[in-house]
Each structure stands twice: as structure tokens, then as C-alpha cells.
């Protein structure tokens, strides 16, 4: 009797052990079949910043953490949305401090002190937004500047061509006087970003009054964009080191930001557009 | 001396009141509008069954604040978000619910709560101006899915283009709330409906909100669609015919909401 048990219990343990030692292999298996991406290293982000001088890319630690959460393909939309709009009225903050200060002099409590502050009322700021995913930047901009006026521009990118298309604008009258925030998530080949600045170009927007921000970005997108247009200013999260030629995806990258914000795909059709 | 000072101040109070006078007679060349009575309201509530006009106690105030022509561009949002917010709540309270018992601290109860996840339930805007309503309500639903709709009125002939959409791709089996400021005379309203339909939606799915409405457009929603639900927060007396908008009126909530038109040029286009 306790002999056959002890060849049961025996004979239970190889076979949970083969199917252990299996099961790992599989896993060992995806892992290598899915790329790990590396991001750029201090010294290559060094010499970006210092090629264009109007790039600014945020510190590092700021916003490690925040990205990380966003890039995970397992993020619930929720938390998605939470980090997405931290990151967002990080950036936002960014954009305000470079806007041009004017000097007074203002009375505290105890006495005068010097006072450095943003040059223009509310009004005068513009939060230009391509549709449909710049749209998630309105949510933390209208924080921010309460009174900023909303611009819109609708271009789509199609899907196999990776042409950027022009579908409708709504910008304000007066937009050539006013100081522009550009606003899209994803810069890539910087194919619908030219679209958009040119539109803007082309109302009578100056390209010093112009700031663009986006989450994260590649060095390509940044290179065509500054070719065409040097005197705007980017600021960006981080920069990715691939874009995907045949998909113009970046990598690692977030995915398709406006389907993940806005919820239009289901989490578990997300995994691996490789 | 003393005279001298009689004479200027005689001739200064002439000036004012004659001032004061030709500014009532300027503004009397502005029409008034009455809105409609509580029985008036009743009728068209008795009318359609699925139509849910919010108390007007709620939305007097907050409304009056977001028709003013004067109002700045920071109170106008604040003000409309307030009001977008108890529609919203509206909204979802007429959401099917499920019965449980669950636990309090104290003891057993019976918990009627809505009976489906934050995310199968969609928003779905039609740009531009829509999009306002988006900013609460994520704030009151946070997982909810939001779709987009773009549909212009082309101003000529007040006929509405669709230009483009993106909406989750599993809408058919969603609870949709369909968003839109103003309902004139119905025809964007109706081409949002009849494109969810094609993608599956069924009519009971879908609750309509809008902030003014008219009779001409609710009448119009319902003849096509006649199993959606309509909540609004205040029904117009008038439609003006040459550009179809509604009198009194927001004037247009898209330039005013997102400020893409000076406070200084809204009161020339009401005329």
C-alpha cells in the first residue's frame, strides 16, 4: 500500500517537474521573440539638445516612472488616462514657463518684490490641438490656463500610405496675434505635424509665437520638423530611438495613443503590432 | 463762479438722460423672448414618453449665466460644465440597474447598482462642439470609451456634411450616450443616429443629451427614432427660420465654449 503511493507521488513529481521545465522553455521563447528596445543614453539625448537649441527634452526622472505606466500594454484605461494626463499638465507647465515674462513690481504682505510674469492675459494663449488625439491635452490644458481659446485641426494619417490627410480646421479669427501651444502625442516621421504648422503658417501665425508639444518623439520626426520650420519650439517627454519604416511606428512607443486614451479597442486586440 | 458750476451741471445731467434715453430706445429694437410655461412643458413631455426635461429649478440659473452675451469666456465653461455635469448624472441614473445584497458596516442591504462597467458605456460626441461635454464626463464615468462623430452645418444651406468618425469597434453591444449642445431642427442629430445604427446600436441603447432643444427637433428625433431617450435641460419656444438656430438661444456654444469668437462680436451675430 505505502509502496504504491510512494510510485504515485514519484510519478506525479516527474511529470509536474517536465511540465515545469516546459513551460519554461515556452516562456524563454516569447521573451526572445518580442524586442527588447533600448532607450537613448544621456550623451546621445546631449547631443540632440545640442544640435537644435530649441528642443527641450524633460528630465529624465521626471518622467520615467509616468511613461513606463503609459508604455505598459497592460495598463486598464483608467490608470492609463491618470498617467497620460499627468504627463500632459507636466509638459503644460513646461510650455507656460517659456512664454515670455514682462517685469513689475508688486506688493506682498511684508513688502515690494519684483514680480516675472507670463506677458500675455489667458486669452491670448491658444491650445491648437490635432484632432482626435491631441484632443487629450485639452482636459489638463483648460486646468491650467482657464481661459485659453481652443483651436482644431483634423488630420488623419492613412494607414497604409502613411500620408497624413487634411479633414477639417477651426481655429480662432484673431489667431495670428496670439501665442500658440501645439499639441499632438506621437511625433514620428513628422508628417502630419508639417501639415498642421504649415496650416498655421499660412493664417499669418509666427513661428517664434509657436510651441510644440508631444509625449514622446523620435529623432527623425524632430529633424524634419526643425528643417522646415527652425524658430518653433519643441518639447518633448523623451525620444524614442526607432521608428518602424514600414508601419511609421515608433519603438518601444506607446501604440496608437488615440484608440488607448479614448478607448476604441479593446485591451487584450493590443498585443504585439510587430 | 457758483453759476458757472449751476450751468455745468445742468447741461452734464441734459447729456446723460439723453444718453440714458436713446440707449433704451436702441435696445428696444432687440426682440424679447418669453420661454414656454410649465403647461406648455407638460404637453410635450405627455407627448413623448422617452423625453426627460431636467426641473427647471436646477437649470434656471446656471442657463441664465451661459445665455448672458456677457459672459466671459473662463465663467461661460465654468458655468456650462456645472450644467453638462447634472446631465450627465441624468444620464446614468436612467441606466438599467441590477439588484444586489451587499454589506455595510452595520448590516445587509439591497443595492440597486447600474448594471453594466464603466466600460461598456460610450460617449459619443459630435464635434465640434460636443467634445465640451467630454471633459466631465470622464469625470463621472473615468473608463468610459468615447467615440467621435464630425458633422458641420454648412452655413448656407443649414444642411448638415458628415465628414468623419471613430467609434469603438464593438458599439453594437454598448450603452451609447450621444452628446450635442443644441438641438435645432434635428438634422446633425439625426445623421449621428442613423450612422450609429448602421454600426449595430440599437435604439434603446441610446440616450440623447443636448442642453436647448426645440419642439421642431424633438419631434423630428422621435418620428425617426422613436425608442431613444432625450434629456434635456431646457426646451426654446422659437426656431428661427433663415438660420436655424434657436431663439433666445446660446448663439453658437462651439465659438463660445472653445473661444475661437471675441466676446466683442457675439452680440452683432445674434442679430
Do not use: W
Not at chain 2, 450635442?180 to 440616450?207: C, F, W, Y
Amino acid at each position: 500500500m505505502l509502496k504504491n503511493i510512494t510510485k504515485l507521488a514519484f510519478c506525479l513529481g516527474l511529470v509536474n517537474g517536465t511540465f515545469v521545465v516546459c513551460s519554461q522553455q515556452k516562456n524563454n521563447n516569447v521573451l526572445n521573440r518580442n524586442e527588447q528596445y533600448n532607450f537613448l543614453s544621456e550623451n546621445e539625448l546631449h547631443n540632440l539638445m545640442k544640435k537644435h537649441k530649441n528642443l527641450s527634452i524633460l528630465n529624465r526622472k521626471q518622467t520615467e516612472h509616468i511613461l513606463s505606466l503609459i508604455r505598459d500594454t497592460n495598463a486598464d484605461i483608467v490608470s492609463f488616462r491618470k498617467n497620460a494626463d499627468r504627463l500632459i499638465r507636466i509638459l503644460m507647465e513646461q510650455a507656460l514657463c517659456q512664454i515670455e515674462k514682462k517685469k513689475y513690481v508688486k506688493q506682498s504682505p511684508l513688502g515690494l518684490y519684483e514680480a516675472n510674469e507670463v506677458k500675455y492675459d489667458d486669452e491670448e494663449i491658444c491650445i491648437v490641438s490635432i484632432l482626435r488625439s491631441g484632443n487629450a491635452f485639452l482636459n489638463e490644458g483648460l486646468k491650467v490656463i482657464c481661459g485659453a481659446s481652443i483651436g482644431q485641426i483634423l488630420i488623419q494619417r492613412n494607414e497604409e500610405t502613411s500620408m497624413p490627410k487634411y479633414y477639417f480646421e477651426k481655429l480662432p479669427e484673431d489667431i495670428n496675434q496670439q501665442q500658440i501651444i501645439l499639441v499632438d502625442p506621437m511625433l514620428a516621421s513628422g508628417g502630419s505635424a508639417s501639415m498642421a504648422l504649415q496650416l498655421l503658417l499660412n493664417k499669418g501665425v509666427k513661428q517664434e509665437n509657436i510651441i510644440f508639444l508631444t509625449l514622446v518623439s523620435c529623432e527623425q520626426g524632430l529633424n524634419k520638423v526643425f528643417q522646415q520650420f527652425p524658430n518653433i519650439k519643441i518639447i518633448t517627454a523623451q525620444v524614442d530611438p526607432i521608428l518602424l519604416k514600414d508601419i511609421n511606428y515608433l519603438a518601444p512607443g506607446i501604440g496608437d495613443f488615440g484608440d488607448r486614451y479614448f478607448g476604441t479597442i479593446k485591451k487584450n486586440t493590443h498585443p504585439i503590432k510587430v | 463762479m457758483f453759476k458757472n458750476l449751476l450751468r455745468i451741471g445742468v447741461s452734464l445731467s441734459l447729456f446723460n438722460s439723453t444718453y440714458v434715453l436713446c440707449k433704451q430706445i436702441k435696445d428696444e429694437k432687440l426682440p424679447h423672448y418669453h420661454f414656454l410655461n410649465d403647461q406648455d412643458l407638460n404637453k410635450l413631455l405627455k407627448k413623448h414618453q422617452n423625453l426627460s426635461i431636467i426641473d427647471r429649478t436646477y437649470t434656471e440659473h446656471i442657463l441664465s449665466i451661459i445665455r448672458d452675451v456677457e459672459t466671459d469666456t473662463v465663467e461661460f465653461r465654468k458655468s456650462s460644465d456645472r450644467l453638462i455635469r447634472i446631465l450627465i448624472e441624468q444620464a446614468i441614473s436612467q441606466i438599467e440597474k441590477k439588484k444586489h445584497v451587499k454589506q455595510s458596516p452595520l448590516g445587509y442591504y439591497d443595492a440597486h447598482e447600474v448594471k453594466f462597467e464603466d466600460e461598456e458605456i460610450c460617449f459619443v460626441s459630435i464635434l465640434r462642439s460636443g467634445n465640451a461635454f467630454l471633459f466631465e464626463g470622464l469625470k463621472a464615468v473615468s473608463g468610459a470609451s468615447i467615440g467621435q462623430i464630425l458633422i458641420q452645418r454648412n452655413e448656407d444651406t443649414a444642411l448638415p456634411s458628415y465628414l468623419f468618425q471613430k467609434l469603438p469597434s464593438n458599439i453594437k453591444d454598448q450603452q451609447v450616450i450621444l452628446m450635442d449642445p443644441m438641438l435645432a431642427t434635428g438634422n446633425s442629430a439625426t445623421l449621428a443616429l442613423r450612422i450609429l445604427k448602421n454600426q449595430g446600436v440599437k435604439q434603446e441603447n441610446v440616450t440623447f443629451l443636448t442642453l436647448v432643444s426645440c419642439e421642431q427637433g424633438i419631434d423630428k428625433l422621435f418620428r425617426e427614432f422613436p425608442k431613444i431617450k432625450i434629456i434635456t435641460a431646457q426646451v426654446d419656444p422659437i426656431l428661427l427660420k433663415d438660420f436655424n438656430y434657436l431663439a433666445p438661444g446660446i448663439g453658437n456654444f462651439g465659438d463660445r465654449y472653445f473661444g475661437t469668437i471675441k466676446k466683442s462680436q457675439q452680440s452683432v451675430q445674434q442679430q
